[in-house]
């Protein structure tokens, strides 16, 4: 068969349904068999967007896909995609159209040394000299994206090769879904474990993506409730319990977070951190975790198990069946129980002083105003997909996830404020029933607005909110704070984001009137097309965060 149907067949077999791309001339031949397989491939407006995308499906959906794209300019495009994607632990993988072998470096157009652009952000790289090889390296992409920590991988497709044909038939046993392997904790561990929660009065858990990835929300829940534990996340750990439970403190770390959250971690006497790297963010500079406590850390990455903080007990195995035996042997305490219930009012009375803004009438509109009409008009199977900078510090701090698992995203695999429109795309695309919310501020907006006309055409009915404040908020504040200056952080005032969205063939509103935000959500949730909101809020609101 064609090298391409082969390739193409190896997707099909791993129930892989939808991947995304900028096609290249390079690339023909696998379009080609696109074209006559079961695939959806999804037309970005960049390669860059086109992977963002794919990084949103894979992480909605739990299983890998692809981003396809050119060599050269579209390699690097694409690595802006998997530096989010490798940060964040998602499984990607780029597939880029190489340029003929005997051609290449004598100003062939389009060339690079794709291998070299992407290898930061893969933990597997590949080009293949032959067909065979090609099917082979796809394989094994597949597998090394999947298998242990999910992660971005590569495999560079040259142009001749495409054209060839192989006798290799793409392997029955190799597929997209992750993760592939449980391992339990070691049972002497887990005594070991159970003996130090045994002896604490005031332990808390740090709950990361991680919990999500390996859908161990049930079991995060048990134990925490079996053992009365408190429950604080990372930004992106939302989602990892409900946020309205007794024991769930919200999101800890240095912007966007809970004050109550951040003052049990500092007086904890035990933590345990779940699928969380203790990264600056999270840890507030690697000052807020307790140094002379014990620590427990599960992950099944070896780079970051202990890395950021010593433990007591470190345990490289999945989430999942180690929650359950936590759970299964954990016994809570009646002094405990109390502490989880005080806690409890202690952040309820904290959210309670933020009350006046989060449904302020005021204009300029308040940005918490908005989050707090997102939190009562979002259905509970929604997924908000926050922009990072202050959107992302006023969804983690206010915003509360009504159910478990990939119910929240941010970029924090990259920081990027870029990606939650392209994010979020791949997101419907893999949920298709499910309502998807982007939260976006003006500057992460402009970066991959064409993509609305994405959207429109692949009939993916996103609601994008766009706190509008003309500038770059965060940058603004953090010049003026630092130095007493405001150096290229503002916006033409004029910009009509609503009008912009309506010329890619999207709904679109601006929104002036604190009142109309509520129903306008509302409105656009209803709609089966794509809609933007394009609100005006007031430029000097800050969120909870720390210097």
């Known amino acids: 068969m064609r090298t391409t149907d082969a390739l193409v067949a190896l997707l099909e077999r791993t129930d892989i349904e939808t991947v995304f791309g900028f096609p290249c001339e390079q690339m023909d031949p696998y379009y080609a068999s696109l074209g006559s397989s079961s695939l959806r491939h999804v037309l970005a407006r960049s390669e860059a967007s086109a992977a963002l995308m794919a990084d949103g499906y894979a992480r909605a959906s739990g299983r890998a896909t692809v981003v396809d794209g050119v060599s050269g300019p579209g390699a690097a495009y694409i690595g802006v995609g998997l530096a989010e994607a490798s940060g964040a632990s998602s499984p990607v993988i780029a597939l880029t159209g190489g340029n003929e072998r005997e051609t290449r470096g004598d100003g062939v157009i389009q060339d690079g040394d794709n291998e070299a652009i992407l290898d930061p952000f893969t933990t597997a790289t590949a080009d293949p000299e032959t067909p065979d090889r090609?099917?082979?390296?796809?394989?094994?992409?597949?597998?090394?994206?999947?298998?242990?920590?999910?992660?971005?991988?590569?495999?560079?497709?040259?142009?001749?090769?495409?054209?060839?044909?192989?006798?290799?038939?793409?392997?029955?046993?190799?597929?997209?879904?992750?993760?592939?392997?449980?391992?339990?904790?070691?049972?002497?561990?887990?005594?070991?474990?159970?003996?130090?929660?045994?002896?604490?009065?005031?332990?808390?858990?740090?709950?990361?993506?991680?919990?999500?990835?390996?859908?161990?929300?049930?079991?995060?829940?048990?134990?925490?409730?079996?053992?009365?534990?408190?429950?604080?996340?990372?930004?992106?750990?939302?989602?990892?319990?409900?946020?309205?439970?007794?024991?769930?403190?919200?999101?800890?770390?240095?912007?966007?977070?809970?004050?109550?959250?951040?003052?049990?971690?500092?007086?904890?006497?035990?933590?345990?951190?779940?699928?969380?790297?203790?990264?600056?963010?999270?840890?507030?500079?690697?000052?807020?975790?307790?140094?002379?406590?014990?620590?427990?850390?599960?992950?099944?990455?070896?780079?970051?198990?202990?890395?950021?903080?010593?433990?007591?007990?470190?345990?490289?195995?999945?989430?999942?069946?180690?929650?359950?035996a936590f759970a299964d042997r954990a016994d809570g305490t009646d002094d405990r129980a109390a502490r989880v219930d005080s806690l409890a009012a202690d952040r309820a009375d904290w959210r309670e002083g933020f009350a006046t803004d989060l449904t302020s009438d005021d204009t300029p509109i308040k940005p918490q105003r908005v989050v707090g009409e997102l939190n009562e008009r979002l259905p509970p199977e929604s997924v908000l997909v926050s922009a990072t900078s202050f959107p992302g510090f006023f969804t983690g701090a206010f915003y509360e996830t009504e159910r478990t698992g990939t119910s929240y995203l941010q970029a924090r695999g990259s920081d990027g404020i870029n990606v939650a429109l392209p994010q979020a795309l791949g997101v419907q695309a893999a949920l298709p029933q499910t309502p998807v919310v982007v939260l976006s501020g003006d500057g992460g907006i402009g970066y991959h607005i064409a993509d609305l006309e994405t959207a429109a055409r692949e009939d993916l009915p996103v609601t994008v909110v766009v706190t509008n404040n003309d500038s770059l908020g965060s940058s603004k504040m953090s010049q003026a704070g630092s130095y007493s200056v405001d150096v290229s952080t503002d916006f033409h005032p004029e910009v009509d984001y609503a009008q912009v969205a309506r010329g890619f063939g999207c709904d679109g509103e601006r929104i002036e009137a604190p009142e109309r935000v509520g129903p306008a959500i509302a409105d656009a949730l209803d709609s089966d097309r794509p809609t933007l909101l394009d609100i005006a809020v007031d430029p000097f609101a800050a969120p909870p965060l720390l210097v």
Do not use: I
Not at 136 to 156: F, K, M, Q
Not at 213 to 236: C, G, I, K, Q, Y
Not at 282 to 302: A, F, I, K, Q
């Open 134 to 324: 090609a099917v082979e390296a796809l394989e094994h992409a597949l597998r090394e994206a999947t298998a242990g920590v999910p992660s971005p991988t590569h495999v560079n497709l040259p142009e001749d090769v495409l054209r060839e044909e192989t006798d290799r038939t793409p392997r029955d046993d190799v597929d997209a879904a992750y993760p592939t392997s449980r391992p339990p904790a070691d049972d002497a561990d887990v005594r070991a474990v159970v003996e130090l929660l045994d002896g604490a009065k005031r332990p808390v858990v740090v709950a990361g993506e991680g919990v999500v990835r390996a859908d161990a929300t049930a079991e995060l829940a048990a134990f925490a409730e079996n053992a009365a534990v408190p429950v604080v996340t990372s930004m992106n750990g939302k989602g990892a319990v409900v946020e309205t439970e007794p024991y769930a403190l919200g999101v800890v770390g240095r912007w966007g977070f809970c004050q109550v959250a951040n003052d049990a971690l500092a007086n904890a006497d035990l933590v345990f951190g779940f699928g969380t790297r203790f990264g600056e963010l999270t840890s507030v500079g690697w000052s807020l975790v307790p140094e002379d406590v014990p620590l427990v850390h599960v992950d099944r990455d070896p780079a970051w198990l202990g890395r950021n903080y010593k433990p007591a007990v470190a345990l490289r195995a999945d989430l999942e069946p180690t929650l359950a």
